[in-house]
């Protein structure tokens, strides 16, 4: 994309995401919002800088939690990571926007976003099984409001997982018990699910 090309990013009404059942932090009923949200029906792919200033519409974002032996995959967002308002936060969440481009592959487009995503920002050098754990919400802010997450654990055979992106910085495999002794330091959703998923 050129700085002039507008990214067009997949979302779904936030009253569809109320139709099902609205909740706020992590639910574990994860189908029947899969089934709705990600349904060509609803999706729509509108552009990024619009979007992140209007709380109708939910951006659908792949966050992807890796761990190896009972230890998580942590890292510090730097100043060049996209969203600004979460920088110089730590994060256990890998992942971000379902984009146009990734549309017309042969598999769904988020799958096909989710993969991108981990690949643009981290090198996996180990195999592993994943599971979709959970969807996630948060409305206390500006930046949850017009995001809803999609909870994605990674199981490592081997704890290999090193950044791509400079601005991830910080990284490192450590104990959940650690992490939820450090939680302050932690953008919401990364609390949200080191509180529901490891406490």
Same mark, same amino acid.
């Given at each position: 994309?050129?700085?002039? #090309?507008? $990214?067009?990013?997949l979302v779904v009404? #936030?009253?569809?995401?109320?139709?099902?059942?609205?909740?706020? !932090?992590?639910?574990? *009923?994860? &189908?029947?919002?899969?089934? #709705?949200? +990600?349904?060509?029906?609803?999706?729509?792919? &509108?552009?990024?800088?619009?979007?992140?200033?209007?709380? $109708?519409? =939910?951006?659908?974002?792949?966050?992807?939690?890796?761990?190896?032996? !009972?230890?998580?995959?942590?890292?510090?967002?730097?100043?060049?990571? !996209?969203? =600004?308002?979460?920088?110089? =936060?730590?994060?256990?969440? @890998?992942? !971000?926007?379902?984009?146009?481009?990734?549309? *017309?592959?042969?598999?769904?487009?988020? +799958?096909?976003?989710?993969?991108? $995503?981990?690949?643009?920002? /981290?090198? /996996?050098?180990?195999?592993?099984?994943?599971?979709c754990v959970g969807?996630?919400?948060?409305?206390? *802010?500006? @930046?949850?409001?017009?995001? +809803?997450?999609?909870?994605? @654990?990674?199981?490592?055979?081997?704890?290999?997982?090193?950044?791509?992106?400079?601005?991830?910085?910080?990284?490192?495999?450590?104990?959940? $018990? &650690?992490?939820?002794?450090?939680?302050? &330091?932690?953008?919401t959703w990364s609390?949200?699910?080191? =509180?529901?998923?490891?406490?």
């Open positions: 994309m050129t700085s002039t #090309t507008v $990214e067009q990013i009404p #936030t009253s569809l995401f109320r139709e099902i059942g609205y909740f706020e !932090g992590l639910s574990t *009923n994860v &189908q029947p919002y899969l089934e #709705t949200l +990600l349904d060509p029906i609803h999706t729509s792919y &509108q552009p990024r800088d619009v979007m992140e200033a209007d709380p $109708e519409f =939910k951006q659908l974002i792949p966050y992807c939690i890796f761990q190896h032996a !009972g230890e998580i995959f942590y890292y510090t967002r730097g100043g060049g990571q !996209g969203e =600004k308002r979460l920088h110089a =936060k730590r994060s256990i969440g @890998v992942g !971000g926007h379902v984009s146009s481009v990734d549309e *017309n592959q042969a598999d769904s487009p988020y +799958l096909e976003g989710m993969r991108r $995503e981990i690949d643009e920002e /981290v090198h /996996v050098e180990s195999s592993y099984t994943d599971r969807m996630l919400n948060d409305d206390s *802010n500006d @930046v949850g409001k017009v995001h +809803l997450g999609i909870v994605h @654990v990674f199981d490592l055979e081997e704890p290999k997982i090193r950044p791509r992106e400079k601005d991830m910085l910080e990284t490192g495999f450590a104990p959940p $018990e &650690q992490l939820l002794a450090e939680i302050d &330091q932690f953008e609390q949200i699910c080191l =509180k529901a998923l490891f406490s």
